[in-house]
């Protein structure tokens, strides 16, 4: 299957680092033009990528980002919603402003740039929206009810928009990673057997890279993906698919 995205326009947020960071490249090296929006960028900037600043958070940011982007490339055909923070605290010790914070990042931003976005693409009758969820959204863990509870709302919101943009030919999906070491969580940093632990829930016993995602929306982005909306998709490498499934492993 030949996936050709060339000259697509593709916004990126949450492209200053991370994640975005390899999404951005990876849709640039797919022949896309790439804009990232992000609050700061790392420096040097990342080649072929049109960066602009934007507080994803801020009504009035994205505004003007979407009105640059359309003014330099003319449209806006595949959104990525990636950027997130996380913020971790058990429920009795979290902070109001923190748990906030996470829901006006993780939600709010989707809900701004979704927003945004779709008035430059309805007009047209086509578009993609990607939306990122977690596993936290299909399993939680102890201490992250801010986190987990952003993107389970984001998987929710996923499934509203991909039926109101329906009659417009965009999709709207939602994906959900798994393990990808960043400097958010520090999953490369950990103790071995704090580590081991964290494999031994996953069925490709493996951290995940960021291309494994990039993999994904790839092919969600292309024109074979054109009957897929609405829907989470799980790229965790089969976490916790069974009970134990590093039986397997040994």
Known sequence: MH?????????????????GRTLARRFVDEGCRVVGYDRAFETPGEPGVLEITCDVTDP?????????????????????N?????????VADLEWARFRQCLDVNV???????????????????????????????????????YAASKAAVVQFTRVLASELGPYEITV?????????TAMNGFAELPAAQADELLDTLSLRRWESADDVADLLVFLASDAAGYITGTLLDVSGG????????????
């Open 108 to 146: 709010g931003g989707v809900f701004l740039v979704s927003q945004a976005v779709a008035e430059v693409m309805r007009p047209r009758r086509r578009g993609r929206i990607l939306n990122a969820a977690s596993f936290a959204a299909i399993v939680p863990s102890v201490g992250s009810a801010a």
């Open 60 to 80: 009035r940011s994205v505004q003007d980002a979407v009105a640059r982007t359309v003014a330099e490339y003319g449209a806006i055909d595949v959104l990525v």
């Open 173 to 181: 999906n939602a994906y959900a990673p798994g393990m990808v070491p």
């Open 239 to 250: 976490k916790l698919a069974t009970q134990i499934p590093s039986r397997a492993h040994r």
């Open 3 to 19: 996936l050709d995205l060339t000259d697509r326009v593709v916004v990126v947020t949450g492209a200053g680092r991370g994640i």
């Open 82 to 90: 990636n950027a997130g923070i996380n913020v971790d605290g058990r």
